[in-house]
């Protein structure tokens, strides 16, 4: 009996210190962060790079034109969802408050995802995929012989 009590103590003991430093440290996990270039329809990957901190999750709605995939294999181990060439601006008159949708020929953006098991990112316009990279190398460093 006594080690059945001694058990579930030691057992609510680690639950709550997980818990614990996941409070404290919510932003201290090591993220993506994926600079590209697009014009016309076509998506270049400028830097990847590991960061760590808070990474920005994008708004994951139904709506949107673009979706990215991490994948390890065929595995998904992150999507989500986003529009990269719509921007909507809106301003001030006199009178009334104007805007509207601007369609942007090119622009430079940043992806930010988790840093999960995975080897590739893949992002897809609708349902054909437009762009792939290796992530794997992300956070390498090489050996340096002497």
Avoid: W
Avoid at 83 to 96: H, K, P, R, V
Avoid at 100 to 114: S, Y
Avoid at 119 to 136: G, P
């Amino acid at each position: 009996m006594i080690k059945k009590i001694l058990i579930i103590t030691g057992l609510i003991l680690l639950i709550g210190t997980i818990i614990q430093s996941a409070q404290e440290n919510p932003c201290e996990q090591e993220y993506l962060f994926l600079e590209f270039h697009y014009s016309n329809g076509e998506l270049e990957l400028i830097n990847k790079t590991l960061e760590t901190g808070c990474f920005s999750n994008l708004n994951n709605n139904e709506n949107l034109e673009y979706t990215l995939f991490l994948k390890d294999k065929e595995t998904i181990t992150y999507s989500n969802s986003f529009n990269l060439n719509n921007l909507f601006i809106d301003g001030e008159t006199e009178s009334d408050l104007e805007g509207g949708m601007i369609l942007l020929q090119e622009t430079d953006f940043v992806i930010t995802a988790p840093y999960l098991n995975g080897d590739r990112l893949e992002i897809y316009k609708e349902d054909s995929k437009i762009f792939e990279a290796n992530i794997k190398t992300i956070g390498a460093t090489s050996c340096r012989i002497k």
